[in-house]
């Protein structure tokens, strides 16, 4: 069986092709991006519907539109113009080729992707993107949250300090380049428990900045307090829910700087760390539509008689709120 998934929560507009078993046949993709500034919600949404039907002339070049037996799609969380451009999209579709519509929810997407490509077994997840940081286990029939920031996820983090200092959106991977060229000076660290705070950092990144502190040794210092933040939650995780395996996913995964911490951190404990190709640890849609068969597969019946009037988008949608009944 294969599905057409549908992702259009924030930034990226995407159309991916994938099979039950977990074969890509398709993956096409846009992303908005800014020279200077921010995200526009509004803005953002305009450009996912202009893009959207040349996104689907690119997936069908080569797949026959009739052999899709599903559809999915990314009901939250996310920016709501961005969601209700995506599910007006998923539902016309479904609608034109007769088949049904799987809403998913986007951040379990990340999870499952996860565990499709990489060969961790039961791991610690630690979900990293720009605006969600979680710590995350699967707990019965539940994905659990064992800790997360209390405010901004790290990449609107990095975003947030990058915007100011210039460098547009998104600015992780400009970071990155330019803090490896850095020095460490002290920025705040706020770890209570296994809560996490972004903010304070960010702000006080930013008035180094202005006093004349070099940029490149602003993001190094940004990168290595708030990764090791990350870290000392992911590793406290680890030990109280007794895993032996972490799993780093969303955007900021590509970091590699955050990759080698994780991984020396796994090694001092006799865990393994694992990650998944870059190409799909931030947005896609094979992510979306790999949710959406393991969704159907295990309730066809609802499925199949969930009618499009009945979904609507969920921008502020938890991974603790989905009955995990796939795995
Ligand atoms: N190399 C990198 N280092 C750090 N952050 C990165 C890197 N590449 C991308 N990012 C960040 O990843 C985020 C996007 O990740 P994504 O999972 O698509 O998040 P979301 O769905 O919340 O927008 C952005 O904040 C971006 O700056
Ligand atoms: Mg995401």
């Known amino acids: 069986m294969i599905t057409l998934g549908i992702e259009s929560t924030a930034h ?30 509004l803005e953002v949404a305009k450009h996912h519907n202009k893009v959207f039907p040349e996104l689907l002339k690119e997936v069908l070049k080569n ?27 998923a539902k016309d579709l479904s609608k034109k080729l007769n088949v049904p519509l799987i809403p998913v929810n986007h951040l379990i997407a990340h999870l499952e992707i996860g565990r499709l490509f990489s060969k961790a077994k039961d791991p610690i997840f630690i979900l990293a993107t720009g605006a969600n940081t979680q710590i995350i286990s699967l707990e019965g029939d539940r994905y659990r949250i064992t800790g997360e920031s209390m405010d901004i996820g790290i990449g609107n983090a990095l975003d947030k300090f990058g915007r100011k200092i210039g460098l547009g959106f998104p600015a992780g991977p400009k970071i990155e380049e330019l803090a490896k060229k850095g020095e460490y000076i002290e920025l705040p660290y706020t770890v209570k428990g296994q809560d996490l705070v972004f903010a304070g950092l960010v702000t006080e990144a930013i008035n180094k900045y202005k006093k004349g502190i070099k940029m490149e040794d602003l993001c190094y210092s940004l990168q290595e307090t708030a990764f090791a933040m990350l870290c000392e939650a992911t590793e406290r995780a680890m030990a109280h829910c007794g895993k032996k395996e972490a799993l780093l996913i969303g955007g900021v995964a590509a970091n590699k700087r955050l990759m080698e911490m994780l991984d020396i951190m796994c090694k001092e404990r006799n865990a393994r760390f694992y990650s998944v190709p870059l190409k799909y640890s931030g947005d896609n849609a094979i992510m979306i539509g790999w949710l959406g068969i393991l969704q159907y597969k295990s309730n066809k019946r609802y499925y199949d008689n969930l009618k499009l009037k009945d979904i609507d988008i969920k921008p502020g949608w938890r991974v603790d709120e989905v009955d995990v009944n796939w795995s």
Do not use: H, N, W
Request: proline share 5%.
């Open 63 to 89: 797949i026959d539109a009739k052999d899709i037996d599903i559809i999915s799609f990314s009901q939250g969380p996310g920016l709501s113009p961005c969601l209700l451009e995506g599910m007006r999209f």
């Open 12 to 41: 990226t507009v995407a159309l991916g092709i994938i099979d039950d078993k977990g074969k890509i046949l398709a993956d096409a993709r846009d992303m908005y991006k800014t020279k200077k500034g921010g995200l526009i919600p």
